[in-house]
C-alpha cells in the first residue's frame, strides 16, 4: 500500500511538471505570436568589427566617344548629304579595324542658321546632323579615325566615358583582398587585448559606386596626355584607381 502511494505521488509531480513545461511553451509561442519580444542567449557575446580596403590602378581598354556628323555646303558647291557623309564614315571606321557592332547612333537632329535666313532670305533647307557613339580599344585608334575623318562635317569628337574589359573580374579581386586585410586587421587588434579571432558573423558589402566611370570632362583631359615630338612615342590614357571596402564582424575567443 505505501509503495502504491509513492508511485502515485510521483506520477502526479511528473504530470505536474509536463503540464508546466507544456504551459510555458504556449506562452512563449503566444508571445512570439503576437509580436512580443522572446529573449534568447546570444551566442556571440564578445565581437569585433573591422573594416578591410583594396585598391589597383588599371588603364582603360574601352574608351566610349560620340562623334557628331553635320551636313555642310561649300560656297559654289552642292551640299555634301548626311547619307554620303555617313557612308564615309562608317568606311573610315572600317578600315581601322572597328566592326558595326561597336558602333551605335546616339541622336539625329537638324540645324537651321535663323540669323542667315533672316538677313539673306535663303529658303528653309535645314542641315541634318548625327551623333555616333564609337567604342575604342585605345589612344592610338582614336587617333587613327581623327585622321581619316571629314573635317567639314565633323562638328563634335568628345570622349564620354571610360572602363575596361576585365572590370567584373578586378572587382572580385579586390574585394577578396578587402575581405582578406580585415581579417589580418581583426588578428592583430585581437590579439593587442588577449582575446582570440573567431568565426566571422556578417560580412557587409556597401553599395557599389561606379568608379571606373569618368566624365567628359575628366577623360577629355586625358587626350592631353600626348607623346612629345621628341620622343616619337604615344602616352596612353591615365590609370584609373579602383578602389573596395567591406565590413566584417568577427567573434572573439
Not at 140 to 160: G, S, W, Y
Request: with cysteine.
Amino acid at each position: 500500500m505505501f509503495l502504491q502511494n509513492v508511485s502515485c505521488k510521483k506520477r502526479l509531480i511528473m504530470k505536474t511538471i509536463l503540464t508546466s513545461l507544456a504551459f510555458a511553451l504556449l506562452a512563449q509561442t503566444s508571445m512570439a505570436q503576437q509580436g512580443q519580444p522572446v529573449y534568447t542567449v546570444n551566442p556571440f557575446p564578445k565581437t569585433i568589427s573591422v573594416s578591410g580596403s583594396a585598391e589597383m590602378e588599371i588603364v582603360p581598354d574601352e574608351i566610349y566617344v560620340q562623334i557628331t556628323l553635320m551636313e555642310y555646303q561649300k560656297k559654289g558647291e552642292s551640299k555634301k548629304d548626311l547619307e554620303s557623309i555617313r557612308a564615309a564614315f562608317l568606311v573610315a571606321c572600317r578600315a581601322i579595324g572597328i566592326p558595326d557592332s561597336l558602333i551605335s547612333i546616339a541622336s539625329y537632329s537638324g540645324y537651321n542658321n535663323y540669323y542667315e535666313l533672316k538677313k539673306k532670305k535663303k529658303g528653309t533647307d535645314m542641315l541634318a546632323q548625327i551623333t555616333y557613339q564609337v567604342k575604342f580599344s585605345g589612344s592610338r585608334q582614336m587617333d587613327e579615325l581623327v585622321e581619316k575623318l571629314d573635317d567639314d562635317a565633323t562638328k563634335n569628337f568628345q570622349i564620354v566615358s571610360t572602363s575596361h574589359s576585365k572590370m567584373p573580374e578586378f572587382r572580385k579581386q579586390l574585394k577578396i583582398k578587402a575581405v582578406q586585410i580585415a581579417r589580418e586587421k581583426g588578428l592583430y587588434l585581437s590579439e593587442a587585448i588577449g582575446e582570440k579571432l573567431g568565426e566571422a558573423i556578417t560580412i557587409n558589402e556597401p553599395a557599389e559606386w561606379q568608379p571606373y566611370f569618368m566624365s567628359a570632362a575628366q577623360s577629355n583631359m586625358l587626350m592631353r596626355d600626348q607623346a612629345s615630338p621628341e620622343s616619337g612615342s604615344q602616352i596612353d590614357f591615365k590609370k584609373m584607381k579602383l578602389r573596395f571596402e567591406v565590413n566584417v564582424v568577427f567573434a572573439l575567443k
